[in-house]
């Protein structure tokens, strides 16, 4: 059974840190490519960044970029995102999600991020 299990979200002040941890199972983690995605109240879920599955390349939203750092442990099965400068506009649930195509791409329920003072 495929599981995508997030953490570490919770309530930060403006300027702090968060770190994600997204635990997988069910599936061959190290051919996937892992994705972080977010989305705030009334707003479409967004993709923050991207890992590819040997973790050599990465890839982020504009609105991230020099705050933001994702990376793996493919011996862990685990996928992080390390969250800096942390600011309100960052509130929102964050996915995290492992694709290999169309037809194996999968969800977790992700955890609630909090920017507020």
């Known amino acids: 059974q495929v599981q995508l299990v997030e953490s570490g979200g919770g309530l930060v002040q403006p300027g702090g840190s968060l770190r994600l941890s997204c635990a997988a199972s069910?599936?061959?983690?190290?051919?996937?490519?892992m994705s972080w995605y977010r989305q705030a109240p009334g707003k479409e879920r967004e993709l923050v960044a991207y890992?590819?599955?040997?973790?050599?390349?990465?890839n982020y939203a504009d609105s991230v970029k020099g705050r933001f750092t994702i990376f793996r442990d493919n011996a862990k099965n685990a996928v992080y995102l390390q969250m800096n400068t942390l600011k309100p506009e960052d509130t929102a649930v964050y996915y995290c999600n492992g694709r290999l195509n169309s037809y194996r791409n999968y969800w977790g329920k992700g955890t609630l991020v909090t920017v507020s003072s």
């Open positions: 890992i590819t599955s040997a973790g050599g390349s990465t």
């Open positions: 069910g599936f061959t983690f190290n051919t996937y490519v």
